[in-house]
T-cell receptor, first 114, second 108 residues
Framework: DTGVSQNPRHKITKRGQNVTFRCDPI?????LYWYRQTLGQGPEFLTY????????KSRLLSDRFSAERPKGSFSTLEIQRTEQGDSAMYLC????????????FGSGTRLTVV | DAKTTQPNSMESNEEEPVHLPCNHS???????IHWYRQLPSQGPEYVIH???SNVNNRMASLAIAEDRKSSTLILHRATLRDAAVYYC?????????FGKGTSLLVTP
């Protein structure tokens, strides 16, 4: 297993377009997380899945954002009608359990909205 | 989650020990103290965690104050590859609250 994989690594889109990011977690990890990181700040929690169930969503996750994890494997994060304020690094992580132990992060997808 | 206070930045010479402090005075009794680091252009990576006792692993040591209101991450011999942002995260549950962390600069 090569760790958590995120695609694409970079995405440039025009304001108003929809974008979708993919995350492939470590195969034996049943928990998956999405975070967003803007320049100079630490990552901020967006949402969390246990298997295919989305168990928690941050208030940062507006109605334009949707995440799925079909069959409890890979996950997608879609942003509809992108805004310039959506420009950020989107990080995915997976873990075998709760408690902050054993989180493995991907290298992220950097989104630039022009 | 408990609020943390870390220096914005620290500097160290290569091959010298580095002590990265963190104050977490509002930590609850069940919160573990986690440290993650983020190298440039990468996602965060786990460094170490502990509850009450000091902990050692191949990457670092974690010294936890007796009252648990502060902790110190110790890198015994800093290398250029240790230049990163280090995050102290008191945590229990599912979401890690990263804060801004300490940016460590290592000079040759």
């Amino acid at each position: 297993d090569t760790g958590v994989s995120q695609n694409p690594r970079h995405k440039i889109t025009k304001r108003g377009q929809n974008v979708t990011f993919r995350c492939d977690p470590i195969s034996e990890h049943n928990r998956l997380y999405w975070y967003r990181q803007t320049l100079g700040q630490g990552p901020e929690f967006l949402t969390y899945f246990q298997n295919e169930a989305q168990l928690e969503k941050s208030r940062l996750l507006s109605d334009r954002f949707s995440a799925e994890r079909p069959k409890g494997s890979f996950s997608t994060l879609e942003i509809q009608r992108t805004e310039q304020g959506d420009s950020a690094m989107y990080l995915c992580a997976s873990s075998p359990g709760l408690g902050g132990i054993g989180y493995t992060f991907g290298s992220g997808t950097r989104l630039t909205v022009v | 989650d408990a609020k943390t206070t870390q220096p914005n930045s620290m500097e160290s010479n290569e091959e010298e020990p580095v002590h990265l402090p963190c104050n977490h005075s509002t930590i609850s009794g069940t919160d573990y103290i986690h440290w993650y680091r983020q190298l440039p252009s990468q996602g965060p990576e786990y460094v170490i965690h502990g509850l009450t006792s000091n902990v050692n692993n191949r990457m670092a040591s974690l010294a936890i104050a007796e009252d648990r209101k502060s902790s110190t991450l110790i890198l015994h011999r800093a290398t250029l590859r240790d230049a990163a942002v280090y995050y102290c995260i008191p945590h229990a549950g599912y979401a890690l609250n990263f804060g801004k962390g300490t940016s460590l600069l290592v000079t040759p």
